[in-house]
């Protein structure tokens, strides 16, 4: 591949301190505000927003710039009630069929999730995110991808804050495993489901567990 041109950084701006301190604070305090959320309104959303959040989401940093991810979004009723009904068959082995160790289910109960999964119909879009493990190259060879699974957590990251920043909820849901969902989505082998990000509307009485996030002592060391 040919050497990129290069050009000024003329896209940044910097913020003088006072506002730096502000607009760090602000942001966090926005960030603060999002929860995840199991229950959501069928309200519709337009999908020119999902459509700039994605867009967002793919400004991400990755690996070589191979930008490794594809978004699925399913809008479609009949696609989502065939994705849950799928879904809740992995779940429900997962919570009640002995899959999970008792450990994992131990660790999760205080959340309270189980192997049912009705936002998988009542949220307006399931964004399936697939990541790219390899690129097929247009003679039918394999063109690898880099460091996919942080190139597309990054991008992942960024759309969860794009859409909360649209003043939407979400959901990261993690059926297991999600092969299923290349079939259902038709997608290729090179693309690896990596997680289903619901989006929409929270319902109106939706209710959120009482959790706490760690203190800054506790999330980094700072060596100076
Ligand atoms: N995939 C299951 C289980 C689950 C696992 C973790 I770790 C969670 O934080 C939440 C759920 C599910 O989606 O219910």
């Known amino acids: 591949m040919p050497r990129a041109q290069f050009v000024p950084l003329d896209t940044y701006r910097e913020v003088p301190e006072e506002e730096m301190r502000a607009a760090a604070r602000d942001f966090l305090e926005t960030m603060r505000r999002r929860r995840t959320v199991r229950e ?3 309200r519709p959303v337009p999908r020119a927003v999902i459509e700039d ?11 070589a710039n191979r930008q490794p ?4 979004v399913v809008g479609d009723p009949a696609v989502k009630a065939t994705i849950r009904k799928e879904a809740e068959v992995e779940e429900r082995a997962f919570y009640t069929g002995g899959k999970a160790p008792q450990e994992w289910l131990d660790a999760l109960a205080h959340l309270g999730t189980d192997e049912h999964k009705p936002f998988l119909e009542q949220a307006p879009w399931l964004i399936v995110i697939f990541a790219e493990s390899y690129e097929v ?6 063109s690898k991808n880099y460091y996919v699974s942080e190139s597309v957590g990054i991008a ?3 759309l969860i804050t794009a859409l909360h920043h649209a003043g939407l909820v979400t959901l990261t849901h993690t059926p297991s495993p999600m092969r299923f969902l290349n079939g259902l989505l038709g997608r290729p082998d090179n693309e690896r489901p990596f997680l289903i990000l619901v989006a929409g509307y929270p319902e109106e009485d939706a209710t959120v567990p009482v959790i706490t996030k760690k203190p800054i002592e506790e999330i980094a060391v700072f060596v100076e």
């Open 156 to 158: 992942t990251g960024m």
């Open 53 to 63: 959040c994605l867009l967002a989401a793919g400004t991400a940093p990755n690996g």
């Open 69 to 72: 991810w594809r978004f699925v």
């Open 40 to 42: 959501f309104s069928n």
């Open 137 to 142: 190259l247009e003679d039918g060879t394999r």
